[in-house]
């Protein structure tokens, strides 16, 4: 090797040490700066322990297994579906307002980032009856009432939820809407009621007309802040067996892990309503009363990947809180999936694939 070859190495090198010296003090003198353009949420899939109401479901590419058959009923196909709501018990206004939310997020908007709740009831407009009309994508609150006195008490069965519809028709503003409304009660944290936290989180079925005069299709959800969170309220709340030895609960997106809770519960409720409303139209399995229907295929399913305990992979934003889809005022809800009869799997706004 030549002397002049030996003097560019030598120079090549020492510049190399001379630019490398200059940015360690440069970037020792530099304040960090804090990035504020990038908001995008983190991506997660956390594992959870199980609930303790039932194991989580997942049947994602298993069309063979899940025998989900139309039954020649109607479908929620009316433009838009009214939806009446009966507050029974106390509720806060933050609370209402927040159902409210997600409920006004459901009809098609463009307010809403993706991905979102309207998004997400497409899967549910999917479900035609035997006329060929699709389950409606547009949903309406007509009416509320607030039976604030509990004028059933505090306890009550799958009869007496009933009552409390028959009462709220006499006495609200509200009308009997037998043909394109559904009746969603709502009870608070104090409300027990039969099978809840044991068996249910939340069911829909239709009026007697022996009791209520008409044949209404109705859902009921309870709020299980206090009474069964780790059960109805998951996975913003896991089970107590747990203790500090396994994973944590995540956190909710809204502050308030009961109705937080709720949310994904109406969702499921109304999906099911919507596309079975007089159990008669879209479940599986032979005996209506007892069907598994298009949110049970998919109960613990939030994102792609879930199963086995995992929830799948769902959003996390800055504060922690996490979602997996968007509605109208800046609101962030984590609702489950549902199954889809074109995917023959289920299905959400937020996959990944």
């Known amino acids: 090797m030549s002397q002049q070859s030996d003097i560019s190495l030598s120079f090549f090198y020492a510049l190399v040490s001379l630019l490398f010296i200059h940015h360690v003090f440069a970037s020792a003198s530099t304040t960090p ?104 994508r547009s949903i309406l609150i007509a009416g509320e009432y607030t039976d604030s006195a509990y004028s059933h008490g505090t306890g009550l069965t799958r009869l007496t939820i009933q009552q409390v519809i028959a009462s709220a028709v006499k006495s609200a503003p509200f009308p009997v809407d037998h043909k394109n409304g559904i009746y969603l009660i709502l009870t608070s944290q104090d409300v027990t009621m039969q099978d809840f936290c044991r068996a249910v989180c939340g069911f829909h079925y239709f009026t007697f007309p022996s009791m209520v005069g008409y044949t209404l299709p109705y859902a009921w959800v309870g709020n299980s802040g206090k009474q069964c969170p ?28 009961g109705v937080d809770g709720m949310i994904s519960v109406i969702g499921h409720e109304l999906a099911e309503l919507s596309s079975n409303p007089l159990v008669n139209a879209w479940y599986a399995g032979e005996d209506p009363t007892a069907p598994t229907e298009i949110g049970d295929l998919c109960e613990g399913l939030y994102g792609t990947g879930g199963g086995g305990g995992y929830i799948g992979q769902v959003m996390r934003d800055r504060q922690g809180k996490t979602f997996n889809m968007n509605g109208r005022r800046g609101r962030k809800f984590l609702v489950q999936w549902i199954w889809s009869p074109v995917l023959k799997a289920c299905s959400g706004p937020n996959a990944l694939d």
């Open 230 to 257: 780790e059960v109805c309220a998951y996975p913003f709340a896991v089970p107590g067996y747990m203790g500090g030895g396994g994973p944590g609960a995540l956190k909710s997106p809204n502050g308030d892990v």
């Open 33 to 136: 700066q804090v990035q504020t353009f990038n908001t995008k949420p983190d991506i997660v899939n956390p594992k959870l322990p199980p609930r303790t109401l039932s194991p989580s479901k997942k049947f994602e590419g298993s069309s063979d297994l899940v025998h989900l058959r139309y039954h020649m009923g109607p479908v929620l196909s009316s433009t838009p579906i009214n939806i009446y709501l009966i507050w029974y018990g106390r509720w806060a206004n933050s609370q209402k307002l927040l159902i409210k939310d997600f409920l006004k997020s459901i009809s098609p908007t463009t307010a809403a980032a993706k991905p979102s709740v309207s998004e997400w009831w497409r899967t549910v407009s999917l479900y035609t009856d035997q006329t060929g009309a699709n389950v409606s």
